[in-house]
């Protein structure tokens, strides 16, 4: 959209057969549709919002149910929220805006930061915390924005995160969802283009001299003048590049990690969560982890978010939906009364995207994070993973917008 905006020539290629990559808004049929990839958009991610609107696409909230806690088979709500772990949240969030003071943006110009860059987020935690309770939610919350364990984060590039949240007011993360779902979205941006997409056409290399950019698919290729890769990391790897790209970026991106997040999504004949005076929004210590009302259609969906150890745990199940649905109605009985099908995405083994979203290993910072967006000659990267947002949709679009300018300095 940018790019056509600025009166520029575009060709769109593909791998899959449909549009979106990680918004991936599944039709089931019988009024059964839920995100199996991205899906909240915090209040500060305004790209995303102001792509809705450009659309005149206005962003759904939740309803104001509160989420609810289970630990050790004891409940609340985080609004009543034990006390133990209330105060080791405070404590971690005022361990983590004291660090940010001395950090500055972008995450790799923090030099002096080096042993932060060295750290594991998971151990920050622990050394925060006094409750095993409040271990055990603080831990939850971070994981569940990680998309993995905190022991594969790295300190200083979660609390390089942590600074955009430092002016916000309240809770604004998870504010929002696309309304229709995301494949609406893409409806819309597509329909907006002036460039046909060409489904089906897996990149294999990429061969650039003075003259221009050669695209090797498959089943033929295609001459270009640039070319803006939004691969993942994990299928970027994949392409051969002639010349060879740089060392450094090589190894930015064999060094960049993705997060093991998957979601089990079960449709059933009947909201039954309501019945309880509930939404569906769990946190728990259970192998679950987390659940959320993910209905877009007529049929109610309950979403489970799992990540990290546990979501390839899930996986290697040879039956994910049935084992969630014990899982859950040992929590909620009436869950398996109310059952009727579900589905699990592995996006752990996806070829077009190995991993569900990028995250800042420890000691990629300050080694790999700036090598991994630049542009070399005719090539250009974007994708979540070169951005400051990195993970998010946001991110996505902010480093659409970096590529735009890169083309408009030239
Ligand atoms: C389970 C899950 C939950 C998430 N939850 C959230 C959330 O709540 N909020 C949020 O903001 N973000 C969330 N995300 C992350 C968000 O979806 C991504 O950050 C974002 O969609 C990435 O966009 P992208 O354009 O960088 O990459 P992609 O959407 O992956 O686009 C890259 C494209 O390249 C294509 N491709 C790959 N290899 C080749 C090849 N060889 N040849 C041609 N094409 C190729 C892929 O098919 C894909 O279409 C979630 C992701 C997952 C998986």
Redesign the pocket.
């Known amino acids: 959209m940018l790019l056509e905006a600025l009166g520029v020539e575009v060709q769109l290629?593909?791998?899959?057969g449909r549009p979106?990559?990680?918004?991936h808004c599944v039709d089931e049929g019988g009024g059964a549709i839920y995100e199996?990839?991205?899906?909240?958009?915090d209040a500060d991610?305004y790209r995303v919002l102001n792509l809705l609107r450009h659309f005149d696409m206005e962003p759904t909230t939740p309803g104001e149910w509160p989420q609810k806690l289970i630990f050790r088979g004891k409940e609340c709500t985080e609004a009543t929220i034990w006390n133990d772990a209330l105060e080791d949240d405070l404590r971690v969030e005022a361990a983590a805006r004291e660090m940010c003071r001395d950090l500055t943006s972008p995450p790799w110009s923090n030099t002096h930061a080096a042993d932060l860059d060295g750290r594991k987020l998971g151990d920050f935690i622990r050394e925060h915390t006094q409750s095993e309770r409040g271990l055990w939610w603080v831990n939850s919350k971070y994981r569940s924005d990680e998309g993995d364990d905190l022991d594969n984060i790295g300190l200083l590039g979660w609390l390089s995160g942590y600074l955009h949240y430092l002016d916000r007011d309240g809770d604004v993360m998870?504010a929002y969802r696309i309304p229709g779902g995301s494949r609406q979205l893409c409806e819309k941006i597509l329909g907006s283009l002036n460039a046909e997409p060409q489904f089906q056409?897996?990149?294999r290399r990429v061969r650039q001299d003075s003259s221009g950019v050669t695209l090797m698919f498959d089943d033929g290729q295609a001459q270009v003048d640039h070319v803006i890769l939004?691969?993942?990391p994990p299928?970027l790897e994949?392409?051969v590049f002639e010349p060879a790209l740089s060392p450094r970026r090589r190894c930015a991106v064999e060094a960049c990690r993705m997060s093991r997040?998957?979601?089990i999504c079960w449709e059933f004949d009947h909201p039954w969560w309501h019945d309880l005076d509930w939404g569906g929004s769990l946190m728990c210590d259970g192998p679950i982890q987390q659940t959320w009302d993910g209905s877009i259609g007529t049929a109610p969906i309950l979403t489970a978010y799992i990540c990290g150890d546990e979501a390839a745990k899930w996986l290697a199940l040879g039956d994910p939906v049935r084992a969630g649905i014990y899982e859950l109605s040992l929590m909620f009985p009436d869950a398996s009364k109310h059952f009727v099908r579900g589905w699990a995405?592995n996006?752990l083994t996806d070829p077009?995207?190995p991993g569900?979203?990028s995250h800042l290993a420890p000691g990629y910072v300050l080694e790999h994070m700036e090598h991994i967006s630049p542009p070399e000659g005719r090539i250009h990267f974007a994708?979540?993973?070169t951005a400051l947002w990195s993970?998010?949709?946001?991110?996505?679009l902010e480093s659409a917008e970096r590529v735009v300018s890169e083309f408009t300095k030239r």
């Open positions: 290629f593909e791998a899959r979106g990559g990680r918004l199996a990839g991205g899906e909240w958009i991610h998870s056409k897996v990149l939004t691969l993942p299928a994949r392409v997040a998957t979601k995405h996006w077009f995207s569900a979203f994708g979540e993973h993970g998010f949709i946001e991110g996505a």
